[in-house]
């Protein structure tokens, strides 16, 4: 890269191609992949640990005061209370690599008083690194990232990811699918919301929405999107999305469409609204939680507060 790069962002691009090397080195042979089962249809390899392994190592090599949150991990390494909190994902797409198929990255964000401020995706099968640093603009190798100018959801491209996890909501999905299937131009699902969050960057799609995710599948792709000039929320437009378990995201116009169409499927609920699903928050979640807010987008409209609860039934 040409590009002068912010000191802590150099340091997360080491981190990302550290475990993009053994990452492709695995990829070679597949079939030989130890594989274990986090829950139905969730699973780990030993790639993911060791990935995640040389990126902390990297990270606390030259940042020892910082706090980690990783996937595999939690918040078993660095220092637990700092203002600095890496946000990591060794390898989103673990399903498609141990089918050989070269969708899934490396996620990692350095979060700073709440806001997040620096961001790498790496996407090791293409060499592709998307980056970002607040207020610096998003790039994907040397070139600079900007959202698709489409005004219309009719012409638009979406991006999405199907729930597949025991306890997930299959029916309620399948509700968002059709509605927006149906309004737009296509509707695509390869497997790795890091990359997705950063297509919408690029402007391949122009819009993006899914349920389920944790703040490691979203959060550096998220600082990406806004620093390309698009939109992040959760489905009722709010810039809490981070721990919701539910992010929208897209161009500006397609934004608002996405919106509209997806708020009546929220897991928020108003006070003293009708109990929406929510699936449960970790403690890692937690953690995330009370360290990372929105700061790092542009302002939501302001709306009442909101509550989590978790209840049986979804609001549909």
């Given at each position: ?18 475990a ?6 695995a ?17 780990v ?11 902390i ?17 939690g ?29 899934y ?11 997040i401020?620096?961001a ?30 489409r ?20 029916a ?5 699918m ?13 497997g ?15 819009g ?10 979203i ?11 698009g939109?992040?929320g ?33 897991r ?8 929406a ?17 929105s ?6 409209p ?15």
């Open positions: 890269m040409s590009q002068t790069l912010h000191p802590m962002l150099n340091i997360a691009v080491k981190a990302a191609r550290a993009g090397s053994i990452i492709n080195r990829a070679l042979d597949v079939e030989r992949l130890q594989v274990t089962a986090k829950g139905v249809n969730d699973f390899t030993e790639i993911d640990q060791a990935a995640e392994q040389a990126i190592e990297t990270l606390l090599t030259a940042y020892p005061g910082h706090a980690i949150l990783a996937e595999e991990s918040r078993q390494h660095g220092a637990q209370h700092s203002e600095y909190l890496w946000i990591i994902d060794p390898l989103d797409g673990t399903t498609n690599f141990i089918h050989g198929l070269p969708v990255a490396v996620s990692i964000a350095l979060v700073f008083r709440g806001k401020e620096q790498v995706v790496y996407d090791p099968s293409r060499n592709d690194l998307f980056y970002a640093s607040k207020g610096r603009g998003a790039f994907v190798n040397d070139r600079r990232l900007r959202v698709s100018k005004i219309r959801l009719a012409e638009a491209l979406i991006g999405t990811g199907f729930p597949f996890r025991k306890g997930d909501n299959l309620r999905y399948l509700k968002m059709e509605t927006v299937m149906s309004q737009c131009a296509g509707l695509r699902r390869p790795a919301a890091s990359l997705d969050l950063c297509y919408v960057a690029a402007g391949w799609y122009d993006f929405f899914e349920t389920g995710l944790s703040p490691w599948d959060a550096a792709g998220s600082l990406v999107i806004t620093e390309a000039g939109l992040i959760n489905f009722t437009g709010e810039s809490d999305f981070l721990y919701q378990r539910e992010v929208v995201a897209g161009c500006p116009k397609i934004y608002g469409q996405l919106v509209q169409i997806l708020s009546p499927y929220t928020v609920i108003k006070d003293g609204g009708e109990v699903e929510v699936a449960a928050v970790t403690p890692e979640t937690a953690l995330a939680a009370a360290l990372v807010d700061s790092s987008q542009p302002a939501a302001k709306r009442p507060s909101v509550r989590i609860k978790k209840a049986d039934t979804p609001q549909s």
